[in-house]
């Protein structure tokens, strides 16, 4: 047996990048719900800011959940799909969580999706904006 080692993304940078992206919301006055999942979509990282919607803690989720699983980041989903019917139709219908709006993006290192960060709970434009700020502070 061959065991494979997967880097993934730590317990602290996971904390910071939600952090950070908590801080961005703030500054824009916005309640928002920050996730971080590691490489294999595994919630590593979470926060649900007072007033936050409910239903924006799914989503913030499955957006990381998809950038982590397609190494892409939620609103490169919608360019992807768009003019080829069978998979506009098939993919949001029949891939589980997937997200195809923006506020997803996979965290990478050394070419490698160590884990992504997913944001909800303002328009998707102002989640990217967050969820961004969650990523620049890894860098």
């Known amino acids: 047996m061959q065991p494979i080692n997967k880097p993934s993304i730590s317990y602290e940078d996971a ?6 992206a908590v ?3 703030r500054e824009q006055g916005l309640a928002m ?8 979509g595994v919630l590593k990282a979470f926060a649900r800011m007072d007033g936050a919607a409910l239903l924006s803690v799914q ?18 989903w919608y360019d992807f ?27 990478t290192a050394d070419g490698q999706v160590i884990g992504a960060i997913g944001v909800s709970g303002g ?5 990217m904006t967050v969820a961004q700020a969650g990523l620049d502070a890894l860098a």
């Open 15 to 20: 904390q910071r990048a939600v952090a950070a």
């Open 23 to 25: 801080e961005k919301a």
């Open 33 to 40: 719900v920050v996730a971080v999942v590691d490489e294999s």
């Open 59 to 76: 989503v913030a989720k499955d957006k990381a959940y998809t950038a982590a699983g397609f190494g892409m980041p939620t609103d490169g």
């Open 81 to 107: 799909i768009k003019d080829d019917g069978p998979l506009a139709i098939g993919a949001p219908a029949g891939i589980d969580r997937l997200v195809v709006f923006g506020g997803g993006f996979p965290i």
């Open 123 to 127: 328009h998707y434009s102002q989640d």
